[in-house]
């Protein structure tokens, strides 16, 4: 199988959508065959996504005959399925790679699950102030423990990119879409996210609309 055997339906700005799409980058599999989604008019519960994907929500991958519909799961496939194309995304000695599942799986678990909670109480579910201060106080300790991570080393789990740079970056797309401000508290992560948001990877994944409309910097008081 190659990349003219895949399918992507995705939607712009959804964060589980660009960490796949980052991933197909890094794999060298730019140019994969796709379909844009728009959220506004129920694309995604249309019948193409139904018939693989009854919950009708994005992403949806195909691979040949392998349809695979969770974010991470299509991340860990296309390292395991395609181990020797292009960047190795869970690399080094078992010692090393335990070391990139770990800070996978706690980015996932606690920035980006924790910028969603965030950012819906925000803006969907008018959380109540004093709950969205507790959950405000504790992605920034988050974000600090990011901070010394990436004081240690050029990417977060090691001196490669891997997959939990894929986790990474991904939430700081949606972060500084939010204004999340970084010089002051969080120097080394500002110039991670100037070196990975250069990286073609990521900047042929990033959300086409974020560079043509305006957000409401719900973090810009941060």
């Known amino acids: 199988m190659g990349k003219e055997d895949m399918?992507?339906?995705?939607?712009?700005?959804?964060?589980?959508?660009?960490?796949?799409?980052?991933?197909?980058?890094?794999?060298?599999?730019?140019?994969?065959?796709?379909?844009?989604l728009e959220f506004s008019k129920g694309e995604h519960k249309g019948a193409d996504v139904l018939a693989l994907n009854p919950r009708g929500q994005v992403p949806t991958f195909k691979d040949g005959g392998v349809v695979i519909n969770e974010s991470c799961a299509v991340l860990h496939y296309l390292q395991h399925r395609y181990p020797d194309a292009g960047t190795n995304l869970i690399p080094g000695t078992p010692d090393q790679q335990g070391l990139v599942l770990q800070r996978f799986h706690e980015i996932f678990s606690n920035v980006g699950m924790g910028y969603l909670t965030l950012f819906r109480g925000i803006v969907f579910d008018k959380a109540p102030e004093d709950i969205t201060m507790k959950r405000k106080d504790k992605f920034v300790e988050e974000l600090a423990t990011m901070e010394k991570?990436?004081?240690?080393?050029?990417?977060?789990?090691?001196?490669?990119?891997?997959?939990?740079?894929?986790?990474?970056?991904?939430?700081?797309?949606?972060?500084?879409?939010?204004?999340?401000?970084?010089?002051?508290?969080?120097?080394?992560?500002?110039?991670?996210?100037?070196?990975?948001?250069?990286?073609?990877?990521?900047?042929?994944?990033?959300?086409?609309?974020?560079?043509?409309?305006?957000?409401?910097?719900v973090f810009a008081k941060f």
């Not at 995705?10 to 140019?31: D, Q, T």
Request: net charge negative; aromatic share 12%.
């Open 7 to 36: 399918l992507l339906y995705w939607g712009s700005g959804s964060p589980p959508c660009v960490r796949v799409m980052i991933a197909l980058e890094e794999k060298g599999f730019g140019g994969y065959p796709n379909k844009q």
């Open 149 to 217: 991570y990436l004081s240690e080393s050029e990417f977060v789990a090691g001196d490669t990119f891997s997959l939990a740079d894929v986790e990474l970056i991904t939430t700081l797309i949606m972060c500084e879409r939010q204004g999340l401000p970084m010089e002051e508290r969080f120097p080394k992560m500002l110039a991670y996210y100037g070196r990975m948001s250069a990286r073609p990877s990521v900047v042929a994944s990033f959300p086409p609309h974020f560079r043509t409309s305006e957000s409401g910097k």
